[in-house]
Structure formats: structure tokens, C-alpha cells
């Protein structure tokens, strides 16, 4: 799922459990943590292409978006804060540390949007559009117009 549409959907949920949630502040660690789970992949990103662009990096991980049809470009190397293993860790910690309870929730949350994204809403976008998926890609980051000095 898109940053984007991290960013809509978690807005949605927060709007959802605004009148349930006394402290807005904590409402809005939810928020930036659900939308800002995706990081592992513009880490990811600045490692293997020595490239800060922020830009760039949302074009590349776009361009691989699984709704193109195109080989997917999220994969267990750049997703290292979506696995089970993060979620579990900070859930366990967040039994001790109650500021950790947001993260925790914001990080199922995530990883709710990524699997129902997965799993329920772009095969029925391919299906739809005909679109095959596995188009294999070459590795090397987008070329944008201009050049990669600005980020
Ligand atoms: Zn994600």
C-alpha cells in the first residue's frame, strides 16, 4: 500500500477513535506512526541506491506498485519494520511501557492496510484492469527529468 493511502486510511481510523480517545496527542502518535511505518523502505532505498531523494524513492517503490502489474518492489530487505517480529516486540513491551500502546496499535493497524491491500483489494484491481503481475524490472532507481543533485 502506497504511503498515501497509508495516510487516508489512518486518518480515517483516528477520525473514528477521536471521541473514544481522551488524549489527542496519543491519537496523533497512532497517526504517525501508522503512516510513518513505511520508512523501512526509503531506508531501504537510500542504502541500496546511495540516493537521499525522498522523490525518487516514492517513484521507485510507485513504479513498482503492485497495482501496475509490474514486479513488486517491497520485499522482506526493504520491509524489515513490517514483519511479525517488530509487531510482536513492541506489543510484548508495550505491556510494560504504556506509551508503547499506540505504536503497537499503530503497527497492527499498518499491517492490517497492507494485508487486506494485498489480499482482498488489488486482485480485484488486476482482475479488473487484465492487468498479469511478475513484469520483471530492472534494479536501478527512476531516472527522473532533471537531475538526481536535487532531493
Ligand atoms: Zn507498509
Request: proline share 7%; glycine share 6%.
Amino acid at each position: 500500500m502506497l504511503p498515501t493511502e497509508h495516510a487516508f486510511g489512518s486518518t480515517l481510523a483516528a477520525m473514528a477513535a477521536a471521541p473514544l480517545v481522551r488524549d489527542k496527542k496519543t491519537l496523533a502518535f497512532f497517526w504517525a506512526v501508522a503512516v510513518g511505518q513505511d520508512v523501512d523502505h526509503y531506508l531501504w532505498y537510500v542504502w541500496r541506491f546511495r540516493d537521499p531523494s525522498l522523490r525518487r524513492a516514492y517513484q521507485y517503490f510507485r513504479s513498482r506498485y503492485p497495482g501496475t502489474g509490474r514486479k513488486k518492489g517491497q520485499q522482506s530487505e526493504n520491509r524489515f519494520l513490517h514483519g511479525p517480529l517488530p509487531l510482536l516486540t513492541v506489543g510484548a513491551a508495550s505491556l510494560k511501557f504504556r506509551w508503547l500502546r499506540p505504536v503497537a496499535a499503530a503497527m497492527a493497524f499498518h499491517a492490517l492496510l497492507d494485508v487486506v491491500n494485498e489480499y482482498v483489494l488489488l486482485p480485484r484491481v488486476r482482475a479488473r484492469s487484465g492487468i498479469e503481475t511478475g513484469t520483471p524490472l530492472t534494479e536501478s532507481p527512476p531516472e527522473l527529468a532533471g537531475s538526481r543533485s536535487s532531493a
